[in-house]
């Protein structure tokens, strides 16, 4: 294979999951799943205070086997469904699978309710000798107090597929069919959202605002059909976290997700809340140099220079690989594993799913990377991100399905990292005063896309959610939210009023409640992990790469622990601030 065609910019290949569709192999996996759930569903008298060690890793094994084939399955079907949206086919074999999945982890949530009601005496010798299933083993059983009966979680898992998951596929759907036009040159342009939103980039402030106004014109005319699903969704999550599961608040039912206290997000929200000072300073620099008396809220990401460098896919691809091979040869082999299994999709497609995502699977097997590239200096900065959790990923491969997966807060850390590589690397490289300038600017953008915006989404939902249960018309919802921009930005961004339908077009808040948090948690850990790396060089290194090879095989607050961090306090999460407010200072002095 030569290199043109190695990073050639295409649709990824589902081949090492099954060839295709309704293939023989796909068949026969479907007739395994119903063979390995129904001799799982036998061992159920094992399960009694006399179980042997034996017999509890044996059940447990099995249950990872039937597992690992319904996440191929339903993976399948998933990203299928993301290369275009609007097939049919791929958005049947998703509902199928969901069903399908939700009728086996019925049949096998049998496991589980034993395992929660054990008494600590009789688990903690079976956890000891679990190996690397133990810290799965251990945190599901703080989901003790939370647990229903059987018959109330089986009735739960199915009201799921025909409920909040059905709305979620709906609102994918709809959304990712929206066409956007702008007049670009003089020419009016149908585009994707990923193309619309490389113009809010742009050097020309017309075509930001342009942009900004199309997306929300669009998203607002379904405003109230979009609030009215998320009305929904924040319900169902209420009835079933709050009021029967006794979560102290909707968020908490996230935290204990993630095994982090309750007080560990409070305290990185608060902190988050006390700096707005740190970016509205830097949105005050940027509107003098971009010559305005105040930035609006469609200029925040504007060039500070009119540098637009494109950059080829194959050229990105390569520097990201070197600015990964710099760090440490395995990141870039890792990578390398993602191009060579055919596993990226990077075209942009009308009916693609927008954005970009990192997608595990199963231990051993390579991840899959979704891109929309367009050729920008902010794509190339997502290859490296998205890469960044592939590497992730197959640094944690030797663990068990159960295991493999880092909690979502750290699951930022080697993605956000790598961003931070490359950008060393592009302003070691880059000889053009304009577009090093452009990349600090960049930085600090990202930044705030990160850090900031994110933690006031998580402080809008907290909001939204009581919003909700309040009975709040989605007029309220987005007056709210317009209010939470005027926090964030105060007197340094102006907000135009189509901003309030904002908070519609957000997928995470609908898909994975409160999963924003996790991007500030994860920017500002890194921004520390990167002090630490530029301080100590070689000797980081070790401790990072064990930090990253732990995946979700202990609790995050023991990772972290080891690695020298204590969220706990509120001057490690200043600290990421301090970083940012002297990045800002770095700025004034060469602008």
Not at 139 to 155: D, Q, V, W
């Amino acid at each position: 294979m030569t290199k043109s065609t190695k990073y050639s910019q295409k649709r990824w290949s589902l081949a090492s999951l099954y060839p295709a569709p309704n293939s023989p192999e796909m068949k026969a996996a479907y007739k395994e799943l119903e063979t390995l759930a129904a001799s799982f569903e036998k061992k159920r008298p094992l399960l009694t205070d006399k179980v042997s060690q034996v017999e509890f890793l044996a059940m447990i094994q099995e249950l990872e086997k039937i597992y690992r084939i319904g996440h191929r399955l339903g993976s399948f079907a998933e990203l299928w469904f993301t290369e275009d949206t609007q097939n049919q086919e791929a958005l049947g074999m998703v509902a199928h699978t969901e069903q399908l999945l939700s009728e086996i982890s019925n049949r096998t949530l049998f496991f589980s309710l034993w395992w929660k009601g054990l008494s600590d005496e009789l688990a903690a010798p079976l956890m000891a000798g679990a190996g690397d299933y133990r810290y799965w083993l251990e945190e599901m059983r703080h989901f003790k107090p939370h647990t229903l009966t059987e018959a109330e979680e089986k009735i739960i898992n199915t009201k799921n597929v025909t409920g909040v998951n059905a709305l979620n596929t709906l609102y994918d759907s709809i959304t990712n069919r929206y066409v956007f036009k702008v007049e670009v040159a003089g020419v009016v342009k149908e585009l994707t959202r990923g193309e619309l939103m490389s113009l809010v980039r742009s050097s020309d402030p017309d075509l930001r605002a342009k942009a900004y106004q199309e997306l929300y014109r669009v998203y607002g005319e379904d405003a109230p059909i979009l609030g009215q699903m998320y009305q929904t969704i924040v319900r169902d999550w209420r009835n079933e976290e709050v009021t029967l599961r006794h979560h102290k608040a909707p968020i908490s039912a996230r935290n204990l997700a993630n095994d982090l206290p309750d007080e560990v997000i409070e305290t990185l929200l608060q902190t988050c809340e006390k700096n707005t000072a740190v970016f509205q300073r830097f949105f005050a620099l940027k509107a003098r140099l971009l010559g305005m008396k105040k930035l609006r809220r469609y200029d925040i990401y504007a060039p500070v220079a009119k540098a637009d460098k494109p950059y080829a896919y194959e050229k990105a691809a390569e520097k990201v690989l070197a600015s990964f091979k710099n760090f440490d040869p395995r990141f870039a082999r890792l990578a390398e594993r993602v191009f060579a299994d055919d596993h990226i999709d990077s075209e942009v497609r009308k009916g693609k799913r927008g954005g970009a995502f990192c997608a595990t699977v199963n231990p051993g097997i390579t991840p899959w990377v979704m891109l929309n590239f367009q050729g920008k200096a902010d794509d190339v900065a997502t290859m490296a991100h998205e890469l960044g959790h592939a590497i992730h990923s197959m640094l944690a491969e030797h663990h068990t399905l159960f295991t493999q997966h880092a909690n979502l807060p750290l699951a930022e850390t080697a993605s956000t990292f790598g961003e931070m590589m490359l950008v060393d690397q592009m302003l070691a490289e880059e000889s053009d005063e304009a577009v090093r300038r452009d990349l600090l600017f960049k930085q600090m953008d990202d930044a705030y896309a990160t850090i900031q915006r994110q933690a006031f989404f998580a402080l809008f939902e907290k909001q939204a959610h009581q919003m909700v249960v309040d009975g709040a018309s989605v007029d309220e919802i987005s007056a709210a939210y317009m209010e939470n921009l005027k926090a964030q930005f105060g007197d340094a961004v102006e907000v135009a009023d189509e901003f309030k339908y904002e908070w519609v077009s957000i997928p995470h808040i609908y898909q994975v409640p409160f999963y924003v948090y996790a991007y500030t948690f994860g920017q500002l850990l890194v921004l520390s992990l990167y002090k630490q790396f530029k301080a100590e060089g070689e000797s980081f290194k070790p401790r990072y790469i064990k930090l990253l090879a732990a995946g979700g095989s202990e609790s995050p607050m023991k990772i972290l622990a080891e690695a020298g961090v204590d969220v706990r306090q509120p001057a490690f999460w200043q600290g990421g601030f301090d970083v940012l407010s002297g990045m800002v200072d770095k700025l004034e002095k060469i602008a």
